[in-house]
């Protein structure tokens, strides 16, 4: 796994916070409507600027998770690195909805790999490094993959 960002990010079911509420409100600029867009707004009777507001607060949360995605792969990138010739990083998947992760991997065998990962282990170990939260994730990551050899036990 490279240095670089080598996979991709994809997020489902993006919800927002309140910071992207407040920062939408702040906004100076709202995103322009498309002609459908437009035509909904029409249709359905609505404020252009809601309408407006309403899509920048989703492109607020799709770039906040998104975010969130990359910083977890980098650390996937991390604790996997001692097998990078073994196993290629290609996806970190945001399932908002079902809160959970997965990070899709491809063996050098050309083999896919799903690892699921609860989103509170996640913001764990994004926002506490706490030892035990990166082993907790290593854990997961090597036994996803069925290489339970490198797992030391307790």
């Known amino acids: 796994m490279a240095e670089e960002k080598s996979f991709r990010v994809f997020v489902q079911g993006a919800t927002s916070s309140p910071a992207d509420w407040a920062r939408t409100f702040g906004a100076a600029e709202l995103p322009s409507l ?14 252009p600027r ?9 492109q607020f949360a799709e770039q906040n998770w998104t975010k969130k995605g990359e910083q977890l792969g980098k650390k996937v990138q991390e604790i996997l690195r001692p097998l ?6 290609s996806a970190v998947l945001a399932e908002v909805p ?6 899709r991997f491809t063996s050098s065998e050309g083999r ?32 996803g ?7 030391v036990p307790r």
């Open 84 to 89: 990078e010739s073994q196993y290629h990083l």
């Open 98 to 103: 079902k809160s959970r992760w997965t990070i």
């Open 112 to 143: 896919p790999y799903d690892v699921h990962l609860e989103d509170d282990l996640v913001d764990d170990v994004l926002n506490f490094s706490a030892i035990e939260d990166y082993e907790k994730l290593r854990r997961k990551l090597l036994a």
């Open 145 to 151: 993959l069925g290489e339970e050899k490198y797992v």
């Open 50 to 58: 809601d309408y407006a507001r309403g899509k920048l607060l989703s």
């Open 34 to 47: 498309t002609e459908e867009e437009k035509q909904w707004v029409n249709l359905l009777k609505l404020d």
